[in-house]
């Protein structure tokens, strides 16, 4: 496994589930459905001090794991989603 913590341009179907994202100059398809699920964020690591009635944003962190290919080479990857930016991460890529 390794630890990434990178930006990546993510493509979603019409219920937001990401089908394809492009990284380090290639693009990969996502081959099975992917696996969402929310932990808790260090937001304490990211900020000293929590504004009011920021939210649930605050504290939980989007997270995917997914199945893609390109070039005929397959590999797991864990993506990050922040709702409030629409922003991605890659995370995690799996050998």
């Known amino acids: 496994m390794l630890r990434i913590d990178e930006p990546i341009l993510v493509a ?4 937001g589930e990401p089908i394809g994202f492009s990284w380090r100059g290639c ?3 996502v081959s099975t459905r992917p696996t969402r699920w929310f932990t808790r964020r260090s937001w304490w690591l990211e900020s ?7 939210g649930a ?11 893609a290919f390109a070039n005929q080479e397959g590999r797991q990857f864990e993506l990050t ?15």
Not at 48 to 54: E, F, L, P, W, Y
């Open 48 to 54: 000293s001090r929590a504004q009011r009635g920021i």
């Open 12 to 15: 979603t179907d019409n219920v």
């Open 81 to 95: 989603h922040n709702v409030d930016e629409d922003a991605w991460r890659l995370v995690r890529v799996f050998e």
């Open 57 to 67: 944003s605050l504290l939980e962190v989007e997270m995917w794991r997914i199945e």
């Open 27 to 29: 693009t990969y398809r």
